[in-house]
């Protein structure tokens, strides 16, 4: 994560924004010897290269909780009917977005009895994708105004570039006709092509883990849409029988957060001796260990992973039989 402030301040305080993933906190600080602390900011927010913002101010401070731009009062009795939201212009789902949030404190007011502390967080928000976010003082709504009613009006604030998290795939791997349990540890690979290509751009790898979920981050893909192609590979269990699903492949899936993105596949049991078809040669290999049992190892033939080659792994057999995987090559 790269981060760039070009913080400006007036007497000691400053705004600076940080990012952690795709979240970007928006911050001020330093007004510790200053009498006159901040009592509103009027903020415009930024970003580059057509990301968009989501999640607007759901984090927001709950000291500067007047938000001039969209508060409702009844013209009649001066009662507030809506505190409306730090919000007052863009946000969610526009690069662009204006914040407006002011304080107000008495003594006698049962909550807001003091003025704000002295630093703390204003508000967040999220990114959709790879972008510099840059924040400027809103001059026409009042910029940054002080405990005495001063303006500042400097344009610049700050500057960040948050570190967006990298693609990343999630979902659930069924193993079909397995005996459950013992898709834990199971090792699923899945290989990244651009798509309607055989252009291999990486390959993941991952242990399933309860009920054949998976979660895995992309090292090399950036956003896009490709091909996916799930198998199950070797993994370092000395006592398991070969990978005996056969691949599939999973078309056209586009990368682009929010992420994970979520894809589930189902894999046909039956291939005995893991090359990727249901033949003839798959049936011989369970014909040799028909009716023997064994853990330690689990035998060639014993499909569903129960510890003994029965009828039950030659009727898996049976129904996928002469079907092919899709070839993760």
């Not at 909780?65 to 526009?94: F, R």
């Not at 459950?180 to 055989?198: A, H, M, P, W």
């Not at 040799?288 to 064994?294: A, D, I, T």
């Amino acid at each position: 994560m790269l981060l760039v402030f070009a913080a400006d301040a007036w007497a000691d305080l400053a705004v600076t924004c940080t990012s952690a993933g795709s979240t970007v906190t928006v911050s001020y600080s330093g007004a510790h010897g200053d009498p006159n602390r901040p009592r509103a900011f009027a903020l415009d927010v930024s970003l580059s290269g057509g990301a968009t913002i989501s999640n607007a101010a759901t984090t927001k401070s709950a000291d500067f909780y007047i938000y001039p731009g969209s508060i409702v009062i009844d013209a009649n009795n001066g009662a507030v009917t809506s505190w409306g939201t730090p919000v007052a212009a863009g946000g969610n789902g526009s690069s662009t977005m204006t914040i407006e949030m002011a304080s107000l404190y008495a003594t006698n007011d049962p909550v807001h009895k003091s003025p704000p502390p002295a630093s703390g967080t204003l508000f967040t928000f999220d990114v959709s994708g790879s972008t510099t976010v840059i924040i400027t003082k809103n001059a026409a709504r009042g910029g940054v105004v002080k405990e005495n009613g001063n303006p500042d009006l400097t344009d610049s604030v700050c500057t960040c570039i948050p570190g967006v998290a990298p693609p990343s795939l999630t979902g659930t791997v069924t193993l079909m006709n397995l005996t459950s349990g013992r898709e834990v540890g199971k090792r699923l690979q899945i290989k990244v092509y651009d798509v309607n290509t055989s252009n291999l751009v990486e390959t993941l790898t991952t242990d399933l883990g309860s009920g054949g979920t998976y979660d895995v981050d992309c090292a090399v893909a950036d956003e896009g849409t490709y091909d996916l192609c799930y198998s199950i590979v070797a993994n370092d269990d000395p006592n398991a029988n070969t990978p005996h699903w056969l691949s599939k492949k999973v078309a056209a899936v586009t990368l682009s957060p929010p992420f994970p993105v979520t894809v589930n596949v189902s894999l046909t049991n039956g291939d005995v001796d893991g090359s990727d078809a249901i033949t003839s040669a798959d049936l011989g290999g369970l014909k040799v260990n028909y009716l023997k049992c064994s853990t330690t190892p689990y035998l060639p033939g014993d499909l569903n992973e129960d510890g003994c080659v029965t009828s039950t792994d030659l009727g898996i057999l049976k129904i996928s039989y002469l079907m092919a995987g899709s070839g993760c090559e």
